[in-house]
Every structure is written in structure tokens, then in C-alpha cells.
């Protein structure tokens, strides 16, 4: 097993890495910018390094820096988190020269399913059902105009380098065609450093679910069911529920029994997760992400299944936890992103928690590095923590979410635990009947 | 590096300091584990503090010595990377910049070495080295304070 992880990230993720590392008696290293130097974590691991100033580009996103840290600590592997360099293909290439694992899928899978074309191709190839759209990416305009046909308006134009919801443009008809491509080209361009564009059907109702999935990159793979994800702004996930109040166990094994086999199948390396737009029974592939998600604790409580421990005993060499026939889902478990900003116009709001006390009692955990004295950084992201209920079935769920989001005190900083209350309130949540849009409607509302 | 008694040295540096003034001695020095305290005030200054660590080990973790002055002192030369500091340019090779020396800005005072490559780290101001403040072949990371040129 590992001696010594160095954890490449920040804030709550960072922690959830440390305490799984503590639980398994391997050494950490907390790397962290100067901005994050009273970070939990960082006072919690074993050894720390500071890698470089609050930028993120010149800390957490600096490849030789990293590297340095690993060299003078000895680490023997690196655990990515979530965002920042966790799909990366090149650090985890750089990672593999260097003899340090990288605690996730190979360098290839990672810029396989990077690639949202390709990722599409290769969800077609293993099996999975996908959005009706362009075979690969737009050519001329002309060329646009001929797929959008067979599409059907309105369409999505996305930018094959993008993923997680951004680049992309919606053409409600012909008209509008000509302009959202360039406009979708040069933005794509700007932001991922490619313009090319591939384009996919509208679905005007869906839900977002995707699957877990964790396999051992000897030809094994199982998933752990399917987390519903549907309650976004602007294409980031504000509250997510396991499992789906939308699926049947007869679709959860259905689907999931084929994304097991799609990563078997791929020979994939870790965990990830499917993702898929449902609508009107049927299910379609968008894309895949190849990393631990920000959402996975309500998996890990429905499952009972330790997912950041499970990617390290794989990373290692080790087996999966669990067969297929083993997975058991008991209860609900719905999570809550708390952000430091806003409750209604959502601008962020870093800065000083000068009171700090987190909700406890049966079914409630909080992943959180934040505690009271602590400086929100104004140079990360605004999550202040997750909020994670679990129960019995899915009202006892809701009941002790009110009763958490009740007791919980952050002062010093504004937080969304004003939206999340009023939520509760909404007859749609209360019974598990919203899409991808409800939330953004129910905002533009109030 | 490793801060993992940090904020005890500083509650002990303060709670030297607040004994200092109450009993109008000038000077204190305790000795704890392998960490050596002095704390010294002069009838009109501040009392100033000053960490001498009693043994130093290469290995990690181990209690890091507060260079609670030195980190914000004018002339710091602080490290703008991570990597392994050497004061020579070669094992057994004079330092380049012993306490002392005069120095132009731009002469290179250490290297840092990273991932075997060799990152020559120059004064950036002129000056004389007054401190040297880690040891050839420390591990050092970003912002480190490595040595004083005044």
C-alpha cells in the first residue's frame, strides 16, 4: 500500500482525501497555496507544503510545483480531488514518468473522455444510448445546416473541449444557426483553447442521473447506482438525491447493469461517473466524467461503500470492495452544495466565518473544512461545505434536512442555506417532481 | 514545513514575553524538547524573540523553528519555488553566499533543485548576507524565508 498521498486540492475535497488516507494509515502531504495555509487539512495532514501564491494557476494548477512536492516528501502517490489537474491527462502522464501514481483512470482514458466527441464515440462503440446529434464535429456551415435537420430544432451547439456545462448555445431554429456556431466557436476557442463544435438534440424536460461506477482495470467494473442531479444554476448542481425519485429498480439495474459492463468492457481504471439526460423513460449519454464527484458522498451513503478508500485501494492494485451482486442500496441521502454567497442574487461572499456551528444527530454529516476564525479565500470557489442527510426513505430525508438547515450557524459570511430552506417549502421538491430547469425557473420567479 | 506545533511555539513566545514585562527582567531563555526559547527585550523596545532549535533532523515531520522575525523582515529573500536548497554550487565546494558576503543583486546566493534540474536563485537586491536562515540540502517550499540580505 502507499506509503504517503500527497493530496493535490483544496478545501473540503482535500480533507475528505485526508481523512480516508488517516483511516487507512497512510502518511499525508497537504500542498496548498499561500492563501490556504490554515486550511483544515493543511493542519490535519502529516506534512504540508506551500506550492506557490493564491493564484490557482500558480499553485494548485502548477504542474513542476507539484512535482517539487512530491521529490522533496516522497510521495508515492498523488490524489487529484475534483477539478483542478484530476482530469488532467498530462499531470497524470507527467505523474507516471515519475513512478507517483496518479490516484485515477490512465493518462488515456482521462483524455479519451475528455474529448466530448470522442467520449460520444466511445459511449456508442460499449453499448450506451446517446443524445440524437452530429456524428463528430460541425464542418462548414452548410454542413451545420444539413445535421441540424436531421437533429431537429432546437438543438444544443457544445464545444467538444468543454464538459460540466459550459460552451453551450441553444438554436431554437435555422435562423439562429449561423450565429450561435460562431458565437459557440470563438467562445470555445477563448475558454478550452478549441473551437471545434459538435451539436445534439434539445431535450426540453430532462433529468440529469448519472451512475457511479468503479472498476479495477483488469476488466471489472460494478456501479453503485444513480444519483439525480437535476436541481441546477446555470449548469451547476445545488442539490443531488440518491437515488433518483424518478427511476425504478427494474431501470436502475437496466441502466446500470449496462454502464458496468460499458466500463468493463473499456478497461477502465478507478472510479467515474456516467452521466445522462433522462426524458420520458429513455436515457441519453452527455458525458463522462473521469474522477470522483463532488456529489459522491450520498452514494457512499446508500451504499455503504468508501469511495475515495476504493480509488486508493485500486490505484494500488487492490480489488473492488464490493461484486455486483454484494451492492445494496438502503435509504436515501440528498445533499446539499452550502455556498458562501448570496442566498438570492448569488454573488460570492468570502471573508471572515466568525461563527461556526455545523448541524449533527442521526443520518447528518457535514463535509466541510471550514470552522470558525477560518477566511473564506476570495480566490477559490464559494463552497462553504456539503450538507449530507440520510435516512430511512426519502420524507425522513427531507425532514431531517429541514431540521439541519434549521440548526446550522454560519455568521461572517452570507450563505445559500436560505435557498435550500425554501426549497423544502416547494410542493415540486417535496415530491421529487423537478428537471434540469426547475430550479432556474423557481429563481427567475421569486 | 511541517507546522504541526506552530501555534503552541507562538502561545509560548507570548506567554514569555507577557512573564518578561511583569517581572522587568530583560531577559528569558527556556529550553523545551528540542527547541530553545530566548526572549529579550531592551527597556525601550518591544521584546523581540529568538528561536534557536537545539537539533535540527532531516526528516519530516518534526517541529518547525518559528522564524517569527525573519519571515517578514525587509531583505528576506523568501523562495520562489519548491525543491532542495543548496548554499554550494557542489558538494564540498565553497557557499556561494555565507554570512558576510556582499552581494550584487542578481549574484546567485543558492540553487534549488527540482525534479534534477538545477534553479540557480539570485539576490534580489544588493546587500550583505546577515543570516542564512535554512541548511544545504534542506527541503524548501514556496515562500520559505532562506536567507537576510540587508
Not at chain 1, 454567497?341 to 466568525?354: A, D, I, K, Q, Y
Not at chain 2, 532531516?58 to 525587509?74: C, F, Q, S
Request: glycine share 8%; charged share 25%; net charge negative.
Amino acid at each position: 500500500m502507499f506509503d504517503k498521498i500527497l493530496i493535490a486540492n483544496r478545501g473540503e475535497i482535500a480533507l475528505r482525501v485526508q481523512r480516508a488516507c488517516r483511516e487507512m494509515g497512510i502518511a499525508t502531504v497537504a500542498v496548498h497555496s499561500t492563501a490556504d495555509e490554515d486550511a483544515m487539512h493543511v493542519r490535519l495532514a502529516n506534512e504540508s507544503v506551500c506550492i506557490g501564491p493564491p493564484s490557482a494557476t500558480d499553485s494548485y494548477l502548477n504542474i513542476p510545483s507539484l512535482l517539487a512536492a512530491c521529490e522533496i516528501t516522497g510521495a508515492d502517490a498523488v490524489h487529484p480531488g475534483y477539478g483542478f489537474l484530476s482530469e488532467n491527462a498530462r499531470f497524470a502522464e507527467i505523474l507516471r514518468e515519475h513512478d507517483v501514481t496518479f490516484i485515477g483512470p490512465t493518462p488515456e482514458h482521462i483524455a479519451l473522455m475528455g474529448d466530448k466527441i470522442e467520449a460520444k464515440r466511445t459511449a456508442v462503440e460499449l453499448g450506451l444510448p446517446v443524445v440524437p446529434g452530429s456524428d463528430g464535429a460541425i464542418g462548414s456551415d452548410n454542413d451545420a445546416i444539413a445535421v441540424a435537420r436531421d437533429v431537429g430544432y432546437p438543438l444544443l451547439i457544445k464545444a467538444s473541449s468543454g464538459g460540466g456545462g459550459r460552451g453551450m448555445q441553444i438554436v431554437r431554429s435555422q435562423d439562429e444557426l449561423s450565429l450561435a456556431l460562431s458565437t459557440a466557436r470563438s467562445e470555445a476557442l477563448a475558454a478550452f483553447g478549441d473551437d471545434a463544435v459538435y451539436m445534439e438534440r434539445y431535450l426540453s424536460k430532462p433529468r440529469h442521473i448519472e451512475f457511479q461506477i468503479v472498476a479495477d482495470g483488469r476488466g471489472n467494473a460494478i456501479h453503485l447506482g444513480e444519483r439525480d442531479c437535476s436541481l441546477q444554476r446555470r449548469h451547476q448542481k445545488v442539490w443531488e438525491e440518491a437515488l433518483s425519485p424518478a427511476l425504478n429498480a427494474q431501470e436502475r439495474d437496466r441502466v446500470g447493469g449496462l454502464v458496468a459492463k460499458a466500463m468493463a468492457d473499456f478497461g477502465y481504471l478507478g472510479v467515474g461517473t456516467i452521466e445522462f439526460l433522462f426524458e420520458d423513460g429513455e436515457f441519453y449519454f452527455i458525458e463522462m466524467n473521469t474522477r470522483l464527484q463532488v456529489e459522491h458522498p450520498i452514494t457512499e451513503m446508500i451504499t455503504g461503500v468508501d469511495l475515495v478508500q476504493e480509488q486508493i485501494r485500486i490505484a494500488n492494485g487492490g480489488n473492488l470492495s464490493v461484486s455486483q451482486d454484494e451492492v445494496s442500496y438502503d435509504g436515501h441521502a440528498i445533499e446539499c452544495r452550502i455556498n458562501a454567497e448570496n442566498p438570492t442574487t448569488f454573488r460570492p461572499s468570502p471573508g471572515l466565518v466568525e461563527a461556526y456551528h455545523p448541524p449533527g444527530g442521526l443520518g447528518v454529516r457535514i463535509d466541510s473544512g471550514v470552522y470558525a476564525g477560518y477566511r473564506i479565500p476570495p480566490y477559490y470557489d464559494s463552497l462553504i461545505g456539503k450538507l449530507i442527510v440520510f435516512g430511512k426513505h426519502r420524507n425522513e430525508c427531507l425532514m431531517r434536512l429541514r431540521r439541519a438547515l434549521d440548526e446550522f450557524v454560519i455568521e461572517g459570511v452570507e450563505t445559500t442555506i436560505p435557498l435550500f430552506q425554501s426549497l423544502l417549502m416547494q410542493p415540486d421538491i417535496m415530491n421529487g417532481e423537478y428537471d434540469i430547469h426547475w430550479l432556474e425557473e423557481f429563481l427567475a420567479e421569486t | 514545513m511541517s507546522r504541526s506545533k506552530k501555534s503552541i511555539d507562538q502561545d509560548l513566545i507570548r506567554e514569555l514575553a507577557a512573564l518578561l514585562k511583569e517581572t522587568e527582567l530583560s531577559e528569558i531563555e527556556v529550553e523545551q524538547d528540542d527547541l530553545r526559547i530566548r526572549v529579550a527585550r531592551t527597556l525601550t523596545a518591544a521584546p523581540a524573540a529568538l528561536q534557536v532549535p537545539v537539533a535540527r533532523t532531516d526528516a519530516l515531520p518534526g517541529p518547525l523553528p518559528v522564524e517569527a522575525d525573519a519571515a517578514g523582515k525587509p531583505g528576506t529573500v523568501n523562495s520562489p519555488m519548491v525543491g532542495t536548497a543548496y548554499l554550494s554550487p557542489s558538494p564540498g565546494t565553497p557557499p556561494f553566499a555565507p554570512v558576510g558576503t556582499e552581494v550584487k543583486e542578481g549574484d546567485t546566493v543558492l540553487i534549488i533543485e527540482a525534479m534534477k534540474t538545477m534553479n540557480h536563485i539570485p539576490a534580489p537586491h544588493t546587500g550583505k548576507v546577515t543570516a542564512v536562515l535554512i541548511e544545504n540540502g534542506d527541503p524548501v517550499e514556496f515562500g520559505e524565508p532562506l536567507m537576510i540580505i540587508e
